[in-house]
């Protein structure tokens, strides 16, 4: 599914993508820290088997919001988009756990809660959703006191 190739306003930050990837080179796979970041939440908004329009939506937010992804113009977050989807059909699984360990560590407790809120935004979390959460967290060595602190908040959020 691709969401962002038809971004019209080019909004630009003090964030440096590059700085940023250059600290985590060791990580060793092919995926960008923006196209993982996306690939996490395209993998979160299709584990119940489909992109629902509210899902869609909020990814769409969170990356108008997102300082990492605000540093990418129009045609580079279309090239990323395109690229995650590549790769999500060549790898499946594996993707997203490549794409979980390109995530700088200080991100990923972030990226999660945007999952959540995500998987939140139809206004149900089902079991294979549920399910890829716990996963989730596992790849990107979340604790289990953070992932539950995550959830109750999102979901007490979800309820209003």
Request: proline share 4%; glycine share 4%; with cysteine.
């Amino acid at each position: 599914m691709s969401i962002f190739q038809q971004v019209i306003v080019e909004q630009k930050s003090p964030f440096d993508i590059d700085k940023l990837a250059d600290r985590f080179k060791h990580r060793n796979t092919d995926w960008s820290i923006p196209e993982a970041f996306l690939g996490v939440l395209y993998s979160a908004a299709f584990a119940d088997g489909g992109f629902d329009k509210k899902e869609i939506e909020t990814i769409k937010n969170v990356v108008a919001r997102s300082r990492a992804m605000a540093a990418l113009g129009p045609a580079e977050l279309a090239k990323a988009d395109t690229a995650v989807n590549e790769k999500l059909k060549r790898s499946g699984n594996a993707g997203i756990a490549e794409a979980c360990s390109t995530l700088p560590p200080d991100m990923c407790l972030p990226v999660f809660a945007h999952c959540v809120d995500i998987m939140l935004s139809d206004g149900q979390l089902v079991k294979p959703e549920l399910e890829f959460l716990n996963n989730l967290a596992k790849m990107l060595d979340i604790d289990e006191d953070n992932s539950r602190r995550v959830m109750e908040v999102l979901l007490l959020k979800a309820q209003y």
